[in-house]
């Protein structure tokens, strides 16, 4: 029912910046987090970073601080700015959110189909 659409992905090299947008489309609907996780070819799933509309986040050490992510809750986005980027950076990122269905009593989770960062040194 719900649709998350993801873009930004791409091919840079050691050092660049990327910045990613996610946006969840419908109605009857209530955001109460939206994140990025990430999977490089053999490895788990593995979270980046996630935010609430409470101004809360949380990242993974592995960014070092190197990315932001952020939220426009007027448009249900959420948006992943990455800087410096590292080869280990390199993986599919998807969006997650959790949100509440109308009565908004119920919690559900939904998933992007990934967006594809490659990081070359």
């Known amino acids: 029912q719900v649709q998350l659409v993801e873009s930004g992905g791409g091919l840079v090299q050691t050092g660049g910046s990327l910045r990613l947008s996610c946006t969840a489309s419908?109605?009857?609907?209530?955001?109460?987090?939206m994140g990025w996780y990430r999977q490089a070819p053999g490895k788990q799933r593995e979270l980046v970073a996630a935010t609430t509309n409470a101004g809360t986040s949380n990242y993974a050490d592995s960014v070092r601080g190197r990315f932001t992510i952020s939220r426009d809750p007027a448009k249900n986005a959420a948006y992943l700015q990455m800087n410096s980027l590292e080869p280990e950076d390199s993986a599919v990122y998807y969006c997650n959110t959790f949100l509440r269905l109308w009565p908004f009593t119920t919690s559900k989770e939904y998933w992007g189909q990934g967006t594809q960062v490659i990081v070359s040194s």
């Open positions: 419908g109605s009857l609907f209530r955001i109460l987090t």
